[in-house]
């Protein structure tokens, strides 16, 4: 059993640093191969795309025990269903938010960072694109974590973020600042590719049940927040 443990912690540790390195990683090399300013730029995107987010890591805490409980109870099928179900709603969460950011970019960096920042704008929104991808990412990790499969989740985590250094190198040196965003854009779409087809191997995930999800979230919003009035009064 402790064997079993340490084994599982040491997959687990490695996901993690690897995530932290990949998330660093594009304002690293910005600052190394063009300046800190540049870096800055690319900084300030992220960290608002970082409170995009939020919500997809706190379900993360959440997914994990319902999802040992679901492979426990019901075996893939359950596992299968509370992803599709989680991601579709995160995502139903973060996409009203996403494409106002979007819409008004300026806006944002402006109460948040200030004016002298506004040449993130451009870069705002492709990070702002594949913040939408981030949650498959992180509940694809937390479901393979939570059925016993951490050593493939930190493949999958390392591989990724082996692909977003070689992108970065690559789009830097041909676009500038704005080719970190789009090395994380990549890096993150062609993950989100083989993510999928993994879990639909593994446990059956379709990944346009994600959508019917979503779409199921928005139709029984009114009645969620018509509940919560009546609660509170």
Known sequence: MGEKLVGFGKYVFGSNLATMIHKKADVMILGDLLSSAAAALQDVAVRITYLIEAPAMAAAGVVFPQSARAMEKDGVKGVKVLYERVVGIIVGLLLPFAIFVMLFPKLIIGLIA??????????????????LIIPFAIQFGTILDSIGLPKVNFLYTLAGGLLNLGLLFVFINQFGVIGAAYAGLCSYSIMLVFQQLYLHKKVGVNFLNIFKYMFEFYVGLPKLIKGLISRKA
């Not at 200030?114 to 913040?131: D, F, K, Q």
Request: charged residues 20%; without cysteine; hydrophobic residues 40%.
């Open 114 to 131: 200030g004016e002298e920042y506004m040449e993130a704008v451009n870069i705002l929104r492709i990070t702002v694109g594949y913040g």
